[in-house]
């Protein structure tokens, strides 16, 4: 399994920070290059698209640990993406939160996409890291 964790700090309170990270139709107001939709239960399923236009990938998942304002943590099903993933939410004081984006996934072909981690994992780490910021700025931006 190939492992992908990246942190960013929010100037928001912790359930802030929750509801966006956890809207999956406001998405693509932070992550880059996504689309998603979706439940927002253990057990129901989530469903994102990563890609320009109709060039890309169909990431589908489903939610094994829904516990809010804390954690989410999916299962990839799908064809292009494996394993498990999670958000969790960290509390730092009243105002102040902290993301961690964690993926534990078996890179897609097989052998070649194993010998491939060390080289595509920077750039997926600049691409995580990059929608981070951006939720960042879009939660600090959009108080609630």
């Known amino acids: ?25 406001v998405h693509d107001r932070w992550m880059l290059l996504t689309r998603a939709s979706g439940d927002r239960a253990e057990g129901g399923s989530v469903e994102a698209f990563t890609g320009v236009g109709s060039v ?3 990431d589908r998942m489903t ?7 804390r954690m989410v943590v999916v299962r990839h099903t799908g064809q ?9 939410v960290k ?3 009243p105002g102040r939160s ?3 984006w964690s993926e534990y996934v078996d890179p897609p072909l097989g052998p070649v996409g194993r010998l491939g981690w060390p080289l595509v994992r920077p ?7 990059a929608s981070l910021r951006r939720l960042a700025r879009y939660v600090e931006e959009n108080p609630k």
């Open 56 to 58: 890309g990938f169909l």
């Open 63 to 69: 939610i094994t640990m829904w516990e809010p304002p």
């Open 1 to 25: 399994m190939a492992r992908l964790v990246v942190t960013q700090e929010v100037d928001a309170p912790q359930q802030q920070v929750w509801d966006v990270l956890t809207d999956w139709k």
């Open 91 to 93: 509390a730092l004081s």
């Open 123 to 129: 750039v997926l780490q600049m691409f995580v890291q």
């Open 80 to 88: 292009v993406v494996r394993g498990s993933g999670s958000f969790e």
């Open 98 to 100: 902290q993301v961690v």
